[in-house]
C-alpha cells in the first residue's frame, strides 16, 4: 500500500507541471510613443508572423515575415523592413482592449512556436521605463524588464 501510495505522488508531481506559452514576444512603448513588438529568438529561429485584432471586432493588421532576415522589432502598425503587410484594416490604436499573436519558425529544426496575449493601451502606458509586457506562464499579459524578458527567452530555448 505504501509502494502505491508514492508513486502516486510521484505520478503527480511529474504530470502536475507542465510549460507555459513560449516567451517569443513582447510590448513596449517607444521613445516616440508607437508600440513596439519584440522577438525573443532562439538560435536559428526567425519571425514569421504577427497578428492584432481589436477585442471589440472589426479590421486587424496582420504581416508576414519575408524570407531572409526580418527584423526582430517592430513597430505595430507600420510596415517593417523584412516584412509583408497582409492586413491593414487596423490603422490606429485607441481605448480597450487589443489581442496579439505572434508566431515564429526553425526553432530546434523547423518546429514553429507561437505566443498570444491580450493588452491594453493604458497597460502599456503603465509600465515603469525599462519594462515591456509579456506573457507569463498563464499566458497573461505581465509587465517585466527587458532582461527578465530576454532571460525568459533564453530560457525557452
Known amino acids: 500500500m505504501r509502494r502505491i501510495a508514492v508513486m502516486l505522488m510521484a505520478l503527480g508531481v511529474l504530470t502536475g507541471c507542465t510549460p507555459g506559452p513560449s516567451p517569443i514576444a513582447a510590448l513596449h512603448l517607444g521613445a516616440d510613443g508607437r508600440v513596439k513588438l519584440l522577438y525573443g529568438l532562439c538560435e536559428g529561429e526567425q519571425p514569421r508572423s504577427a497578428s492584432l485584432a481589436p477585442g471589440s471586432g472589426g479590421g486587424t493588421w496582420t504581416v508576414l515575415a519575408l524570407d531572409g532576415k526580418p527584423a526582430a522589432e517592430l513597430t505595430l502598425l507600420e510596415k517593417a523592413p523584412g516584412w ?3 492586413s491593414a484594416e487596423l490603422d490606429a490604436l485607441g481605448p480597450g482592449r487589443y489581442f496579439l499573436e505572434v508566431t515564429t519558425g526553425g526553432y530546434r529544426g523547423n518546429q514553429r512556436r507561437n505566443a498570444r496575449f491580450d493588452f491594453t493601451l493604458d497597460g502599456l502606458r503603465g509600465l515603469a521605463d525599462g519594462q515591456v509586457l509579456a506573457a507569463d ?16 527567452a533564453r530560457e525557452s530555448c
Do not use: C
Open 84 to 86: 509583408e503587410q497582409t
Open 137 to 152: 506562464a498563464d499566458g497573461k499579459a505581465t509587465p517585466m524588464t527587458r532582461g527578465e524578458f530576454a532571460e525568459r
